[in-house]
């Protein structure tokens, strides 16, 4: 029974999200109850599997035992003389339970991830929270990660999502796709979710490559719902290209056992011109909305990358003054060390380093072991190999991920051994 | 559920309105009321004299503290309320923007406490 974990941990990273929204609509829009009949559910696999046998449609399995355990929790809560709501909740559920084949909620209601969204991003939460809370329950990120992601101790966060679904509760925020008019409001918190949802599949390198492509290929097909709801929003448009324009490469960002390949190196015939072509569309039209905002621009610069057809080829000046324009709308230094690497790029290896140098002496971004990597690549480049391997043991020191560290590892060894490869 | 909107606004402005003007508000109010009588949202509602009416009291150490004024001086006062029922935060949320002084001021929406789904 070795790959039952496996198979449970796969269904868990893929499905979860969708699992508790349906199960939120279910049992009113109470969002913690939902979530504890779901890890119950997955209890009871852990269980009943290796005793059993995988069932055929492991989703479906999981979807029917939390809706069992639903109707038990409903039912004990009810007292003598409950209201009638949670009597037509009982009797919605037994219902559903009796009528609903396996699996056909998401037949029923593929719009359930979308619900939870909107929800979580009401505007009655706030921002930072929005975005915490649709990780947590639409991705199944723990509340460790959500709050590592955040900054933030973890029984900080785990407080501030408690009080969020008690607030979705108690203040009775509706489990629903608002009405136009209130639907802008939400878009922003809506966009980041989406955005972090991705990333979380794109970028981040724990645990098994399956479960990534799958939060991908959520964001993004809440990416195009979203789009479709908000016709005339630019930022959607442009966040829809954006996540495209990054997904036509995910094919060549790996190498076969897992390690990490870099824009430069990539085969780009293993590009997926299809996405690409989507993906230019949908930049074209966030710009013929009037819209200008940071995820155009970020679209902009993946546009200018994917239409490249080789690494000389790229634009980088403009690039690099797509950058410039995004630190100033959105400040941040992640977005000043994307510049200096641009900058490095267009004009030069030392004009980048001073970029660089300045961003460090700034004090901010010191855990972050990108900044490091990125100083030593470019001491890599003017030939300084004894500051450069001192940047790389630093980057080292604080990198999170296996492929990135065997990456860096690999940059030390040439930059030591004085056999640098050439770009 | 039952809401309660909270008008705040800052009393000066208030003050500082001519006749005409504050006849044109409570003419607005005198419309919001109606239309949410009318459409069965409406439980309750007034206006409140001005804070140097308020008196706060306390009990300490089994003592009683009266004090003249609001419980803390802020930028905005409560003015009035509304008592409403709404189906959810998001109906709640409409009504409130359609207050005269959401445009001047500020409403703060809150629910009230259904003992029976907190006692469960």
């Known amino acids: 029974m070795a790959p039952l974990p496996s198979i449970l941990e796969q269904t868990y990273r893929a499905d979860y999200g969708r699992i508790v929204a349906t199960l939120i609509r279910v049992m009113g829009g109470d969002f913690a109850s939902a979530e504890e009949v779901v890890q119950e559910a997955f209890e009871a696999a852990l269980q009943q599997w290796p005793r059993d046998g995988v069932p055929t449609e492991p989703r479906a399995w999981l979807l029917r035992a939390a809706r069992n355990k639903a109707v038990d929790r409903v039912r004990r809560g009810v007292r003598l003389g409950a209201k009638v709501e949670e009597m037509e909740i009982v009797a919605r559920l037994e219902q559903e339970l009796a009528t609903a084949p396996d699996g056909a909620d998401w037949q029923a209601h593929p719009d359930d991830t979308l619900r939870l969204l909107f929800t979580c991003c009401h505007p009655a939460l706030a921002e930072d929270i929005q975005v915490a809370l649709s990780l947590r329950t639409l991705c199944g990120l723990t509340t460790e990660e959500v709050a590592r992601a955040f900054l933030v101790p973890p029984a900080t966060m785990a407080q501030r999502l408690v009080r969020a679904q008690r607030k979705i509760r108690d203040a009775g925020i509706p489990y629903v796709i608002p009405q136009m008019d209130a639907l802008t409001e939400r878009t922003r918190g809506v966009l980041h979710a989406i955005y972090l949802l991705f990333s979380e599949g794109y970028a981040a390198t724990e645990g098994d490559a399956l479960l990534r492509v799958d939060l991908c290929a959520e964001a993004l097909r809440l990416a195009r719902l979203t789009r479709a709801l908000l016709p005339r929003h630019g930022e959607v448009a442009a966040l829809l290209s954006m996540l495209l324009l990054h997904h036509s490469r995910h094919r060549a960002r790996v190498t076969e056992?897992?390690?990490?390949?870099?824009?430069?190196?990539?085969?780009?015939?293993?590009?997926?011109?299809?996405?690409?072509?989507?993906?230019?569309?949908?930049?074209?039209?966030?710009?013929?909305?009037?819209?200008?905002?940071?995820?155009?621009?970020?679209?902009?610069?993946?546009?200018?990358?994917?239409?490249?057809?080789?690494?000389?080829?790229?634009?980088?000046?403009?690039?690099?003054?797509?950058?410039?324009?995004?630190?100033?709308?959105?400040?941040?230094?992640?977005?000043?060390?994307?510049?200096?690497?641009?900058?490095?790029?267009?004009?030069?290896?030392?004009?980048?380093?001073?970029?660089?140098?300045?961003?460090?002496?700034?004090?901010?971004?010191?855990?972050?072991?990108?900044?490091?990597?990125?100083?030593?690549?470019?001491?890599?480049?003017?030939?300084?190999?004894?500051?450069?391997?001192?940047?790389?043991?630093?980057?080292?020191a604080l990198v999170r991920t296996e492929p990135e560290r065997r990456f860096l590892q690999e940059r030390l060894h040439e930059v030591l051994a004085g056999t640098p490869t050439t770009d | 559920m039952k809401y309660l909107l909270m008008i705040y606004e800052n009393e000066k402005i208030w003050e500082s309105l001519s006749q005409e003007e504050t006849q044109q508000i409570l003419g607005e109010y005198a419309v919001f009321t109606e239309s949410i009588e009318k459409s069965g949202n409406y439980i309750a509602g007034e206006a409140l004299e001005p804070t140097p009416t308020a008196t706060t009291v306390r009990i300490r150490e089994g003592k009683r503290l009266t004090t003249d004024g609001p419980f803390a001086e802020t930028r905005e006062q409560l003015g009035g309320f509304y008592l409403v029922e709404a189906k959810d935060l998001d109906e709640a949320i409409a009504m409130a923007s359609r207050i005269p002084n959401a445009r001047t001021g500020s409403i703060e929406v809150r629910p009230i406490m259904d003992y029976s789904k907190n006692m469960g």
Request: hydrophobic share 45%.
């Open chain 1, 257 to 396: 056992d897992g390690g990490l390949v870099l824009l430069d190196r990539q085969d780009r015939s293993k590009w997926d011109a299809a996405e690409i072509a989507e993906g230019v569309a949908q930049l074209d039209a966030a710009l013929a909305l009037g819209s200008f905002g940071p995820y155009t621009l970020q679209a902009a610069i993946a546009a200018l990358h994917a239409q490249a057809r080789s690494p000389e080829e790229t634009d980088w000046e403009q690039i690099a003054a797509l950058y410039q324009r995004l630190s100033k709308l959105s400040p941040g230094p992640v977005v000043e060390l994307n510049h200096a690497a641009a900058v490095a790029m267009a004009k030069g290896p030392e004009h980048g380093l001073a970029l660089v140098d300045d961003l460090e002496a700034s004090g901010r971004l010191t855990s972050y072991h990108l900044l490091p990597a990125a100083r030593a690549e470019l001491l890599r480049r003017l030939g300084r190999w004894e500051e450069s391997a001192t940047a790389y043991r630093r980057a080292l």
